[in-house]
């Protein structure tokens, strides 16, 4: 696809060249092409004349020595040299030789900047204590017994300049007490605010812009243990210039009495966590209670503004299970204002986007919410725990989770660009399954969801012309959210709105992928050629592209 695309831009390139040639002739066409050369050559000059260093705050306390060794030898093998090492040292008598080795490194360069503190800070204080030394326009952040991949500060250097980035973060993994095994890799998504208010997902390599860090402040003491949660929310509320870098440039040390190993060797760091989000929510002027579903995994239950009336739009393919539904929505659903809309569709080929398109002129609610008629529910407050979400104004569509009548995963997101076809997230894993990363646990951003449970304002939906009757088949309700995002506004899914086919599911989706009709995939294509070309944000390029199930 980027080949074509390649491709479709020099022919588009050569066309206006020849029309340019034929009306002004050869010397003024010779002139403004290398005009735009030139501008161009210029540009890219400038972009990577600007200055970036990097000041690498490392806080030491008792470190080990090979530990401390190994961290110190990762930065000088930085291939990109504009840097400065700040180290403040906590480290009590018994451990003086933390000092020593880092004064032997720092002898004959003054990139290194070594203190020793009076007394320990706590990982906060004696991190504030680096950035005083800092003097570079960029912070990173770098933990005592952790490694920086070779190529971090060149990557991210690369972050900064072409995307014109504030905030980069990377992918990352765990390395052994003796470097002899890396593991757990952890392949994130691009940045995604309700994945990171549901955990961490950031964390390392995390490099943010001086002028954030200067507007903002630091680490707060009062998070401790989950310091760096509390800084990347506070940073992400400043900009949305956030790169992620699809890279593993950070290896996270596993031993005893790290983090990294073992949550629960730091307790504190749970409530700390939940504390961060709850800030961060009061911050950002969201009402909600944070709940702790395990250690550094949380949910959000946003106080709902209302009982706006939800129309809910079920299309009728078999009378026998539409009734069903209808009978599940009434016995099972908390909610109480609420209207059905039972639709009915005759003969094969129908255009569903068209009569669903119709069934919305007969919805007198606020909210639309369409539902597959074959589907029952699970979740007695499935209502309020879609509607919360949407009532949030950076929302435009909502989606829950569809099991299988035997409690497989049926819907979970849509990744998009993966193979000739649109993927389930997760698609065929058990109900009970926390996913990769807690994904399946996580309230998440994605790029699409489908009409199996979708819900979406009347106002918007109408506003964006409502399903595309060119897709009347099968991609008509992921075009709608691939046009929604262009609004930027987010898809959000939520595994706290659970429903399960009661028997036979819809024909659309097969080993998790969707069966498409060609000429509308076509369409589908040639309308989002740029995002199918470019790959999901939210499904890291390090993945399988066989399926969208998070594998390597």
């Not at 190993?261 to 709850?278: L, P």
Request: aromatic fraction near 10%; hydrophobic fraction near 35%; charge should be neutral.
């Amino acid at each position: 696809m980027e080949s074509q695309g390649r491709v479709g831009r020099i022919k588009s390139l050569a066309s206006r060249a020849i029309a340019y040639y034929r009306q002004y002739g050869a010397m003024d066409t010779l002139k403004k092409v290398y005009k735009k050369f030139n501008a161009r050559r210029l540009r890219k000059n400038a972009i990577y004349n600007r200055k970036v260093k990097f000041s690498i705050l490392v806080p030491l306390y008792n470190t080990r020595e090979c530990f401390l060794t190994e961290m110190l030898d990762s930065v000088f093998a930085q291939t990109y040299t504009n840097w400065e090492l700040c180290l403040q040292d906590g480290s009590d008598e018994e451990h003086s030789y933390v000092g020593d080795i880092c004064i032997r490194y720092a002898h004959g360069d003054k990139r290194i900047k070594y203190k020793k503190l009076k007394k320990n800070m706590g990982i906060s204080g004696n991190t504030n204590e680096c950035l005083k030394l800092a003097t570079g326009n960029f912070i990173s952040l770098l933990d005592h017994d952790d490694l920086l991949t070779c190529d971090a500060l060149y990557e991210t250097k690369k972050a900064i300049l072409e995307k014109n980035a504030l905030i980069v973060y990377s992918d990352e993994d765990k390395v052994n007490e003796d470097t002899t095994s890396f593991y757990e890799h952890h392949y994130k998504p691009d940045y995604a605010p309700d994945y990171l208010r549901s955990t961490n997902y950031i964390c390392h390599f995390l490099t943010i812009n001086k002028c954030i860090i200067n507007k903002i402040g630091l680490f707060n003491h009062g998070f401790d243990g989950s310091q760096d949660f509390d800084l990347v929310l506070r940073a992400t509320e400043q900009t949305d210039r956030i790169y992620h870098v699809p890279k593993i440039l950070y290896h996270w040390r596993a031993h005893s009495g790290s983090t990294a190993a073992n949550f629960d060797t730091k307790s504190y760091a749970v409530e700390a966590g939940r504390k961060a989000v709850a800030s961060h929510l009061e911050r950002i002027k969201l009402k909600g209670e944070v709940v702790t579903l395990q250690p550094g995994v949380y949910r959000i239950v946003y106080n709902p503004a209302g009982e706006p009336l939800v129309s809910i739009i079920l299309v009728n393919r078999d009378n026998d299970n539409l009734e069903k539904c209808v009978h599940s929505i009434q016995n099972k659903t908390t909610y109480n204002n609420y209207e059905i809309i039972k639709i009915d569709i005759s003969g094969d080929g129908a255009n569903y986007s068209k009569i669903l398109n119709n069934a919305v002129k007969q919805a007198s609610g606020e909210v639309l919410l369409f539902l597959e008629c074959n589907i029952e529910v699970i979740t007695e407050n499935w209502i309020e725990e879609l509607l919360m979400l949407l009532q949030r104004k950076d929302v435009g569509v909502v989606g829950g989770k569809v099991l299988s009548s035997d409690m497989f995963v049926r819907n979970a997101g849509v990744v998009i660009g993966l193979t000739d076809t649109v993927n389930i997230s997760f698609y065929g894993k058990s109900a009970g399954e926390q996913g990769y990363a807690c994904r399946l646990i996580s309230t998440q951003n994605y790029n699409a969801v489908t009409s199996d449970c979708l819900m979406i304002n009347k106002a918007l939906f109408l506003d964006l012309g409502g399903f595309s009757e060119e897709m009347g088949l099968s991609l008509f309700d992921i075009d709608l959210c691939m046009r929604v995002r262009k609004k930027e506004l987010l898809v959000v899914w939520t595994p706290f709105c659970e429903l399960r086919y009661n028997e036979r599911e819809i024909e659309r989706i097969v080993d998790g992928r969707m069966l498409l009709d060609a000429q509308e995939r076509e369409v589908f294509i040639n309308r989002w050629q740029h995002c199918w070309a470019a790959g999901d944000p939210y499904y890291n390029i390090n993945f399988s592209r066989d399926n969208a199930n998070y594998e390597m």
